[in-house]
């Protein structure tokens, strides 16, 4: 199958498009530079430029995704404008299959990263339920893997004999899951799974909250356990404030908020889908596909 992944060059999309070339897939790598086709979802709100783009492709994945909104790189644009542009060409080229890697939690946020993310899905589940689409939303819980921002941030974490965190971590429950998993479930949707449609929630099978997650992989590391303590809430709003002024990571007012948040859901199906048990958060660094 001819494949375009938009975002190809990022934590996620990397994944999707070694998974999908190692099961024979061809694959068009899509981003901004370095590309198979160039494209750039600030300004790509043109549905006869995606309906060019879309030449000779069976499939498309869209994985483009921000954390942050800026005036460079505006989150209506990158991810309701051009992503609505996208899903019409692909209904006007007979490009039925679209897969979308969204997030788990968007229904209950008022967050811009929520709020844009999820009008994009309601488009491509409406062109679905009127038979113009194929189209699924991944909507995944927090996503571990190497490359990734938050994995990065949660490991640095996880060295430190002692450290506050925002009393949030200690209370919203996630379920993340592997990388790996998540990219083989997009390749099990192209594959075994390709009549399935609709909305389908991406969780490992153990839900926990981030300050146990950062102690979990302290413990597969062999180190001893640290001293986890809850930060003053205008300490962390501080340091949101401060992630938005200098943004060197994910942190940041945004991530805090999607943070007050429970993303857990029923993985069952995602199971189905994977067609073997999820890995499990204890067991995330000695996951073997972890492995580059």
Known sequence: ????????????????????????????????????????????????????????????????????????????????????????????????RVIQVSALGLDQSATLYATTKRAADEHLTDLTRRGKLDGVALRPSVVFGQGGQSTSLFLAMARW??????????????????VDDLSSAVASLLGAHFNFK????????????????????????????????????????????????????PWGSETLALMRQATVADGRTFRAILGHPACPPSEFLGYAKCLP
Request: hydrophobic fraction near 50%.
């Open 1 to 96: 199958m001819r494949v375009l992944v938009c975002g190809s060059h990022g934590f996620i999309g990397r994944r999707i498009v070694k998974t999908l070339r190692d099961q024979g897939h061809h694959v068009l790598c899509g981003a901004r530079e370095g590309a198979d086709v160039a494209m750039d979802f600030v300004g790509d709100d043109d549905i006869d430029l995606w309906a060019h783009r879309l030449a000779g492709v069976d499939a498309v994945i869209n994985a483009v995704g921000i954390l942050r909104d800026r005036l460079t790189a505006p989150m209506r644009a990158i991810h309701t404008a051009a992503p609505v542009a996208l899903f019409e060409a692909c209904a006007r080229r007979g490009v039925t």
């Open 161 to 178: 004999p002692a450290i506050a965190l925002p009393r949030e971590a200690f209370s919203a429950r996630i379920q993340p899951v592997h």
């Open 198 to 249: 609709g909305v389908l929630n991406c969780v490992g099978p153990q839900s926990l909250t981030i300050a146990a997650l950062v102690a979990s992989l302290r413990a597969q590391a062999n180190r001893s356990p640290a001293w986890q303590l809850p930060m003053p809430g205008w300490i962390t709003r501080f340091s949101a404030w401060l992630g938005d002024a200098i943004p060197v990571t």
